[in-house]
């Protein structure tokens, strides 16, 4: 039983780095003066380049195959190095976009940097996960990382409440996620996933007791990915939240959520996709309705895009809900290929919308009202512009990439055979596109209430530029990320 | 036989202690009783030769988790009568809705899949059988991932607590011993020196 060897750490030696630089960064925040912060910046940055280097590496080593190592717990395919590779370059963003608002407020610390990175080595964890325990534990320290972040803003008695308000439904949806684990377990002795599937497909444990497990890890998927009727916490907590903050719970763990349902779902208990599309189907026209319809009357810019999130994670399940048709996986990859793509297309635009929250607020300003965006192209055209295209792509208008992704999930969902579902998103999308474009009318034809210049670290600028373009180009010529993400799925899944 | 006598025995003080809790008036008597719980929790394991869990169950709840509850019970003034408003008239839906749930539950999980006939109990290990060193044979090798992760958990557990406590606060009259003790008489005293006047 017990192995005595040396487990073969290769597979993870991403992970390694990214700890042992949190740990180098939160010990040289120590000795570094206020006015020197910059170079734990620079650590933290040069922390996720490394570990992108690390990344690419080891996909290229490994070849294709799927490297398993510490006892088949951590699973290294080509699947998650896309999606750490996406985390790495979603959290490099929001410390960029952050750093200003952050200094000006004096929460630009060592621990922010530190725990925003013990964060992404949760997400890495749970993203490499093929075990129950070591997924659970990656959402834990993700979790955990992030309860914090959001209190950190102490004297702001919103984001206490906000930080209070996702740890108690976090724990709730945590115990209900290990409840149905156990059950799991119970049913079928393993905690391993693909031990796990390999056992359900050869029908020995009583599917009566899997399903009931199921149920509960589907609703703790839900908690955690943020879709109706588990969303609750997700407007409260980003609008409490202090900008920098949002902009990071509301982009890179949305990667590990998909990669959390893809290992659950797909990696374990694909035999029992009947059964999980029906719940995914409830729960994505649910959070298109809602999610859609509540952003509409929303006049915090903050909870508009919280809503939208409901929204966007209901859509992306459409896709994970269409890859089992009558049993059989001839368009699986496509499907979780549409899903996949579509996730990190969405964590990209919303980065961008941030970005724009981010740079509008000043200190003593917060910029999340949707009034504080009147007039923006008076303000600063070429910002108001990447507004547009980065809305234009949340609401599904050509030719940014947030459409390609909508077409993406939608032919997925018509290959299924459910027609209705399409035409529910359809419709639920059209009702969403007047929202964003309240936005773009705010910016392009009302008069500017503030006038305040705008003036972006260079940094920043660039940045928030290249995000901007990124969502246009890449909807020009969606082809290589597409054909990335369905080589991935097919390489790691093999399915085809 | 005398084993099973003092199972039944444990048993019956952890439900009387765990339905104490839940009916205590008193937080400070619930809490005790959650003690009591755990404790003999603590002593069913131990029939179950799962001494290490049992220790570490008495251990960390009982000598830990628990004292820090009392501590909070007894900082927070908790005003019983405004929790237990209302609890007559939402006890009927309540109720009926644990019924239901409760029942479903017991159809999913009764005695036919986890009945002693699908999960046998283990035979005897026999004496030599050493369960705190089985689990850290496995906690060590099999399990060395999760083992780790859950110590990085803890140290975000860390960070997060004092950074979330710790606040350089520049309104404090606090006093610094050590600054204190070091001062020199040039810190305290100035000798001004003034022109003698003369006397008119």
């Given amino acids: ?496 | 036989m005398f084993e099973t006598i003092v199972f039944y025995v444990f048993a019956a003080i952890l439900l009387f202690a765990a339905a104490r809790v839940i009916t205590a008036r008193n937080p400070v008597h619930a809490a005790l009783f959650l003690v009591l719980a755990f404790f003999t929790a603590a002593a069913i394991w131990l029939l179950l030769r799962a001494e290490f869990l049992a220790i570490a169950l008495v251990l960390v709840y009982v000598g830990a988790v628990m004292v820090l509850f009392l501590f909070v019970v007894m900082m927070l003034d908790i005003n019983l009568d405004r929790l237990r408003e209302g609890f007559w008239h939402h006890l009927p839906l309540g109720l009926a809705v644990a019924v239901v749930m409760l029942a479903e539950t017991v159809f999913v999980l009764g005695g036919r899949y986890f009945g002693l006939a699908t999960l046998p109990a283990p035979g005897d290990p026999g004496t030599a059988y050493n369960n705190t060193k089985e689990i850290g044979r496995v906690v060590y090798t099999d399990y060395i991932y999760p083992f780790e992760l859950s110590a990085v958990l803890l140290l975000v557990a860390i960070i997060a607590a004092i950074s979330l406590t710790l606040r350089r606060r520049t309104d404090t009259k606090a006093q610094n011993p050590a600054q204190q003790v070091a001062v020199k008489r040039q810190d305290r005293v100035r000798l001004v020196s003034m022109p003698a006047e003369k006397e008119e």
């Avoid at chain 1, 395919?77 to 750093?99: E, T």
């Avoid at chain 1, 599917?207 to 589907?218: A, C, D, Q, R």
């Avoid at chain 1, 035409?423 to 305040?452: C, H, N, Q, W």
Wanted: overall charge neutral; proline content about 3%.
């Fill in chain 1, 1 to 496: 039983m017990a192995d005595d060897s040396l487990p073969l750490m290769f597979p993870a030696y991403a992970e390694i780095f990214l700890f042992v630089m949190a740990l180098v960064v939160l010990m040289t925040d120590v000795f570094v003066a206020e006015r020197r912060r910059w170079i734990t910046y620079v650590l933290a940055q040069t922390a996720l380049l490394g570990s992108a280097v690390l990344t690419v590496g080891i996909a290229k080593t490994l070849g294709g195959v799927t490297g398993f190592t510490f006892g088949n717990m951590f699973v290294c395919d080509l699947m998650a190095s896309v999606l750490k590779l996406a985390a790495y370059i979603a959290v490099s963003a929001c410390l960029v976009y952050s750093r200003r608002y952050l200094e000006e407020r004096g929460l630009l610390t060592g621990e922010y940097f530190a725990l925003t990175l013990f964060a992404l080595l949760g997400m890495m964890v749970m993203i490499s996960a093929n075990h129950l325990l070591s997924l659970y534990l990656g959402l834990e320290l993700l979790s955990l990382s992030l309860y914090a972040l959001i209190a950190m803003n102490r004297d702001s008695s919103a984001s206490t409440e906000a930080a209070m308000k996702y740890f108690v439904l976090g724990a709730l949806a945590s115990g209900l996620l290990l409840y149905g684990m156990s059950m799991i377990y119970g049913a079928t002795g393993t905690l391993e996933l693909t031990e796990l599937a390999s056992r359900i497909s050869r029908g020995g444990p009583p599917p009566l007791v899997l399903i009931f497990g199921l149920v509960f890890l589907v609703a703790g998927l839900a908690f955690k990915i943020g879709v109706v009727p588990f969303h609750m916490w997700i407007p409260d907590v980003y609008h409490g939240a202090p900008n920098a903050m949002t902009i990071f719970i509301g982009s890179a763990p949305k990667i590990s959520a998909f990669a959390m349902a893809m290992r659950l779902l797909v990696d374990g208990l694909l035999a029992l996709a009947i059964d999980w599309q029906q719940m995914l189907i409830i729960l994505a026209v649910l959070s298109l309705a809602v999610g859609n319809l509540a952003a509409i009357a929303q006049t915090n810019i903050k909870r508009m895009l919280a809503y939208s999130t409901i929204a966007h994670m209901g859509f992306m399940l459409l896709a994970l809900l269409s890859g089992v048709i009558n049993r059989n996986l001839l368009s699986a990859g496509e499907a979780y290929g549409a899903a996949m793509f579509y996730v990190v297309v969405y964590v990209l635009t919303v980065l961008g919308a941030f970005g724009v929250v981010l740079l509008l607020s000043r200190a003593g300003f917060e910029a999340d009202n949707l009034s504080d965006f009147k007039g923006l192209n008076q303000r600063n055209p070429w910002y108001a512009l990447v507004m547009l295209v980065v809305m234009f792509s949340l609401a599904g208008i050509p030719p940014t990439v947030g459409f390609y992704a909508k077409l993406a999930v939608l032919q997925s969902v018509l290959a299924a055979g459910h027609v209705w579902l399409a035409v529910v998103a359809v419709i639920f999308s059209l009702i969403g596109a007047f929202y964003y474009l309240r936005v773009v009318k705010l910016m392009y034809f009302d008069v500017p209430e503030d006038s305040s210049p705008i003036e972006p670290a260079i940094d920043m600028s660039v940045l928030l530029s290249a995000n901007g373009l990124a969502v246009l180009f890449l909807g020009i010529a969606p082809q290589p990320l597409m054909a990335l993400c369905l080589h991935a799925i097919e390489q790691s899944y093999g399915f085809r």
